[in-house]
Every structure is written in C-alpha cells, then in structure tokens.
C-alpha cells in the first residue's frame, strides 16, 4: 500500500485528490489544522505547516501532493519533512502574463497577471523556490478547474440561475472562450506522471478544445434540465459584478499533457457530475452576490 501526503484536504483539489487515493486504496495522510469536516478514510495529521516541529519527520511518504501557495508554504513544507520519493505541486495557469502570446507553453514566460495579481506571482516564487530545493519535483499548472467538491460559484451559479427559472445575463455575445479542467482528469494525470517519471517536471494541463461561456451556460442549463433565455449586456461594466469569470481570454498549449493522457472527460458529462454532487452540497459552495446585483443594476 502506497503511502501519500496531501496538503489541506478538506476543500475542493486537495479533498478530492485526497479522496481519490483513498478510493484507490493508498494509505492517504492529510495535513491540515482541522478546522474543517474530514474525508473518510484519510489519517490526519493535524499541524499548521509553517509550525511542523517534529510532526513529520518519522514518515516516509511514497507522494507528497501539495496545493501551498507561496514559497513560504512550500519552504515550510520541505523543512519538517522527514523522507519522501515524489513531490507534486499543483500551481496554475496564473503565472502567464496575460500580454504573452498564446497559447501560453510550459516555457513561456512567466510574471504578473493584471486578473490575478498577487496569486499568480505568489504561485511563481513557490514553483521556483520547489525546483531549487528538488529539481526532480513535478509542477502542474492546470486553468479553470471544475467538477464536484467546487467551492467557488462558477457552474454553481448557472444552476442556480436554471434551478430557479432565471433568465441569463451573458457578457456581450457569449463569445469569450474558456478552457477547464475537470478535477478526476487532474487526479489521473498524477497517476500517470507517477506511473511514468516523465523527464519533464512542469506540465500544462486541461482540456484542449476551448468552450464559448455562451456554450458552456447552455450545457450548465442542459445538465439541470433546464433551457436557457439569454439577455446580452452589452454595458461597459465589469463582468465580474455579474458574471463567474474575468473578461480574460486565454489558452494553454496542452500538447504534452496530451501525449501521456490522450483522453479527457467531456464538458457535458464533467458538468453533469459536478451538478449531482451540487444539489445535495449546496452549503458547501462560497456564493457571490451576481444575482443580487443583476436584479439592482441590470433587469
């Protein structure tokens, strides 16, 4: 049995990876200050990361999956660590300027993104800080992220626009194309960067067709059972008021994930299960207040 760290756990990426060994029948450890409900089957080790002492210097861990932040985190991390064979950082497609040509390769140059700010430079220093203290680590920087356990109020918005009967408020023509990642596809392409010890350590990842959001809310409303009426706002007003994303397009070349892991699960059925898991998980999702300012600035 394989033994495997994640750090957190108890929300979305790290609570579904964590759940995923456990399924897969890996004696999986997470780390957290339990501040939240656990999965079943995972071991905690119940710690703060940037105050470890002692607590992890007597495991041996065959993985240690690690969704930190910021070179502290991952300095924090690497300090009170005892053995381990495999260190995989889960970072993101925020580390692209948006001026960069697209689509953005693993060597394309990395720096501040006007939409993401302090994230996605604070992801910059912790990857450059993890490949200084282990080279043979593997870094993986996925765009939007979907699927069940999602806390943040993307798709979870769409349905509760189709579940209530609401009319869509859709930026300008719908045209804006977004590219995801569905959260099962990123726990297997850790299985197969772990399975195959590729020579290259960082990996764009995500689904290479990119999606309109005009399409992606007509399958959000199609999972639910819905169909959707759209109204276009055409106003010059931030879409983040109104909408789940940026007014930021842009595309990730994912040909090297494709090499190792040539299939992908479709947008419609990704969809459908993040849907089956929403109307039983509502609370756990974070809510905006889209719809409140859609009914006092744009109806």
């Given at each position: 049995m394989k033994k495997i760290l994640v750090t957190g756990g108890t929300v979305f990426?790290?609570?579904y990876i964590a759940e995923y060994y456990v399924s897969a029948g890996w004696e999986v450890y997470v780390l957290n200050r339990n501040t939240k409900e656990q999965s079943k089957g995972v071991?905690?080790?119940e710690a703060d990361r940037h105050n470890l002492g002692n607590k992890l210097k007597d495991y041996c861990f065959d993985v240690v999956i690690d969704t930190g932040y910021t070179?502290?985190?991952v300095d924090a991390l690497l300090d009170?660590?005892?053995?381990?064979?495999?260190?995989i950082f889960i970072s993101s497609s925020a580390v692209y300027p948006e001026?960069?040509?697209q689509p953005f390769t693993e060597n394309s140059e990395t720096g501040v993104n006007k939409f993401w700010g302090k994230y996605g430079t604070d992801k910059i220093e912790a990857e450059s800080t993890l490949m200084k203290r282990n080279p043979n680590a593997y870094i993986i920087r996925p765009p939007y992220i979907y699927g069940p356990m999602n806390n943040v109020y993307?798709?979870?918005?769409?349905?509760?626009c189709a579940l209530a009967g609401r009319r869509f408020y859709l930026p300008k023509d719908g045209d804006m194309k977004l590219q995801f990642f569905h959260i099962h596809d990123l726990c297997r392409f850790i299985d197969v960067i772990l399975e195959n010890k590729p020579l290259q350590h960082i990996f764009n990842v995500g689904n290479k067709e990119l999606i309109s959001i005009k399409h992606w809310v007509e399958l959000c409303y199609e999972v639910t059972g819905k169909e959707v009426d759209f109204v276009?706002?055409?106003?010059?007003?931030?879409?983040?008021?109104?909408f789940s994303f940026y007014n930021y397009e842009y595309y990730l070349d994912v040909s090297k994930q494709y090499e190792l892991m040539p299939e992908v699960k479709s947008m419609k059925d990704g969809l459908q299960e993040a849907f089956e898991w929403y109307i039983h998980n509502e609370d756990k999702v974070s809510k905006k207040g889209f719809v409140v300012y859609i009914d006092s600035n744009l109806i």
């Open positions: 990426v790290s609570r071991k905690l080790i070179a502290n985190d009170g660590l005892g053995d381990y064979k495999d260190y001026y960069v040509p993307r798709e979870a918005f769409v349905f509760d276009n706002v055409y106003e010059d007003i931030e879409q983040r008021n109104y």
